[in-house]
């Protein structure tokens, strides 16, 4: 029993690592990540729909998960961790954002690389988080 529930742990994270490649990437299109940098405004609409598929598409993850481990909550835990994961991958991005527009980095500076990267660990960080959860719940 101890075995399958670390290969559910594994593939929940490799689950949500998919996914967060997915909505940030594909789903998140050159011109969106250019009107959030440039843009205050468009900031906000890019960011808003960004976080909404983020949290979307967590939702979606816990919610098969869930009904596949026959969790009678299923509904209401994967609804609430997309929400969850939806407003915290907004406020990290958006923090990042701000630092990029107050320092004036460009991507090709380390400052950038390091940004980005700490923005990566802090999505990752709040997948472990969400999947602690998901098991203690």
């Known amino acids: 029993n101890t075995r399958k529930n670390m290969v559910e742990v594994i593939l929940l994270f490799a689950a949500l690592l998919i996914k967060h490649?997915?909505?940030d990437f594909p789903l998140q299109n050159y011109y969106a990540i250019l009107g959030k940098i440039q843009n205050k405004?468009?900031?906000t609409h890019d960011l808003v729909i960004h976080s909404f598929a983020?949290?979307?598409l967590t939702a979606i993850i816990f919610i098969?998960?869930?009904?596949?481990?026959?969790?009678?909550?299923?509904?209401a835990m994967g609804f609430l961790?997309?929400?969850?994961?939806?407003?915290?991958?907004?406020?990290?991005?958006?923090?990042?954002?701000?630092i990029g527009k107050d320092t004036n980095y460009t991507l090709n500076d380390n400052a950038f690389k390091q940004i980005f990267g700490l923005d990566q660990l802090l999505h990752g960080l709040t997948s472990?988080?969400?999947?602690?959860?998901?098991?203690?719940?």
């Open 21 to 23: 490649f997915i909505a």
């Open 64 to 75: 098969a998960f869930g009904l596949l481990a026959d969790k009678e909550i299923a509904l």
């Open 128 to 137: 472990v988080a969400l999947i602690y959860w998901y098991y203690v719940w």
């Open 81 to 98: 961790f997309g929400i969850i994961d939806g407003a915290v991958h907004g406020a990290i991005d958006s923090v990042v954002l701000r």
């Open 54 to 56: 983020h949290g979307s």
């Open 41 to 43: 405004q468009k900031l």
